[in-house]
């Protein structure tokens, strides 16, 4: 089973995607935002995906997507999802962008391919 970090500062998505995964059956660790995320990242866990918001307080989406990618885990797919359209992304730090409200049946075909 992949487990699977989301990072989100909105309570109602982060619980919505938790749910929604755990039904899946995957494992879900979730963060309130960038920072948290990172650290949840390197402290030794072993994701198989991280979906992220690209506007967080404290540290945004790009930041974490740049973290991972000069990481020594730098391969894990990222997913970043938004609110604000794509023009806030850095694309080349991800493997898919979800623009909210996102569909479930695009969010699930995500999952699967990338987790």
Known sequence: MNN???????DMVLNFLRNTLTYLGYSVTVAHDGEEGVELFNNGYNFGLVITDISMPRMN????????????????????ITGSGEDDIDGELFNFVLSKPFDLDVLVDVVRLFA
């Open 4 to 10: 699977i970090l989301v990072i989100d500062d909105e």
């Open 61 to 80: 989406g790009n930041a974490v997507a740049k973290c991972i990618r000069s990481s020594d885990k730098s391969y894990i797919p990222i997913v970043a």
